[in-house]
């Protein structure tokens, strides 16, 4: 026997693991500059590293008080009600429920190109269908509603993501509204906001008191530095926010997560020193990088290096792993996450040399 037909389905092509391709080089990990996924360079919150400690001695339980109040937490934050919190495994998590809630077999979806892979797959595993608006290099990747209204065709959700993967340009509130109000009443706008602390620009949950078509996406994985927790949310308008207890995976954030994360969120300190080195990083490599970048709201800086692929190649045998950006329709760039000084300089000088 045989799965259903996944020949439309492909594979999500993450960057490689540190352990990987030092085994793949014969190296130590410890040699190696590893800046491909936009993980967190100065680590985890330490706070969440000790709650993570602690939790281990109760994981024989199902994570019922932790979820409760990481939920409030976070609608706290927001100023939105607990319900209007859907917590999941990652943001990718919470891209399913989403999908989940939405998506009617045959239902389509509007996805930015080049953009973030996993909207796309998640639509298809919910038998939905995909359509794509362009990001243009030649327009600096903008984000404008005009931009999207273009290629939107009554989709039933449309994704925006600001700041973008891999361009790192934004949408801010004002023009999700603007793009929101052009839509159809009855097409969500999920604005994916994974490297939301990053930028100054804010969050478009503005919109959430006002409108029932737009929801938020964010995660723990980037500023917080819990990608390997698999923590993220969706904050989702009050109207159907019920819609989650129908949706879901029960206990969706472990009892691990949901503590690292209420943890994380009280270590103002780390998110401080991480936001602040993430904008020190960028900065030199908009000075320092010998070809053309574009500005970036996240972590992460675009470079345009001619042949992507050559120069990641070229790049790991010198123990520097950037993101080829191939997979993402840009084979002349790479993306670089932001490091600490010193992996910067490494990372940039080695990649100018390879120039
Ligand atoms: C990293 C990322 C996410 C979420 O990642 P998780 O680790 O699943 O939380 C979502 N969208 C974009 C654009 C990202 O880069």
């Keep these: 026997m045989q799965p259903r037909d996944l020949s439309a389905h ?49 994981v024989h339980a199902y994570p019922k008080a932790s979820h409760a109040d990481l939920q409030a937490a976070l609608a706290d934050r927001f100023d939105v009600a607990d319900g209007q ?9 919470a891209l399913d429920y989403l999908a989940r809630a939405l998506l009617a077999p045959g239902d389509e979806v509007l996805v930015p190109e080049p953009g973030f892979a996993y909207y796309a797959m998640s639509a298809r595993f919910h038998h939905g269908r995909v359509n794509e608006y362009p990001l243009r290099k030649a327009e600096d990747f903008e984000q404008t509603a005009e931009g999207v209204l ?23 509130p ?26 100054e620009t804010p969050s478009a949950v503005s919109l959430l008191g006002e409108r029932d078509d737009v929801a938020v996406l964010r995660t723990f994985s980037k500023a917080y530095g819990l990608a390997g927790c698999r923590l993220g949310y969706a904050v989702v308008p009050d109207d159907w926010a019920d819609a989650y207890a129908r949706v879901n995976t029960p206990f969706a ?7 690292a994360g209420l943890a994380a969120l009280e270590d103002d300190d780390h998110v401080e020193r991480t936001v602040e080195g993430a904008r020190e990083s960028r900065e ?6 010998d070809c053309p970048t574009w500005e970036s709201g996240g972590n992460f800086v675009l470079a345009e290096v001619g042949d992507g692929t050559r120069v990641f190649e070229a790049a790991k045998r010198e123990g520097v792993i950037v993101r080829d950006t191939t997979s993402f329709g840009l084979p002349e760039c790479v993306r670089i996450t932001c490091g600490t000084p010193e992996m910067t300089e490494r990372a940039v000088g080695t990649v100018n040399d390879l120039l």
């Design 85 to 93: 919190v859907w917590l999941a495994n990652g943001g990718d998590g």
């Design 10 to 58: 492909t594979p999500y092509e993450a960057g490689r693991g540190i352990e990987e391709t030092a085994r793949e080089l014969g190296v130590d990990p410890e040699d190696l500059v590893k800046l491909s996924s936009n993980e967190n360079a100065w680590g985890p919150s330490p706070k969440a590293v000790v709650a993570i400690r602690e939790a281990a001695a109760a």
């Design 174 to 199: 004002d023009e999700v509204r603007a793009l929101a109000d052009r839509t159809n009443d009855d097409t969500l706008v999920v604005v994916d906001e994974a490297y939301g602390e990053f930028s």
């Design 284 to 289: 030199y490599m908009y000075e320092h990088l």
């Design 253 to 259: 954030a472990s009892e691990i997560a949901c503590r």
């Design 150 to 172: 273009d290629a939107y065709d009554g989709e039933r959700v449309v994704y925006v993501t600001s700041p973008h993967n891999p361009a790192g340009t934004e949408m801010p």
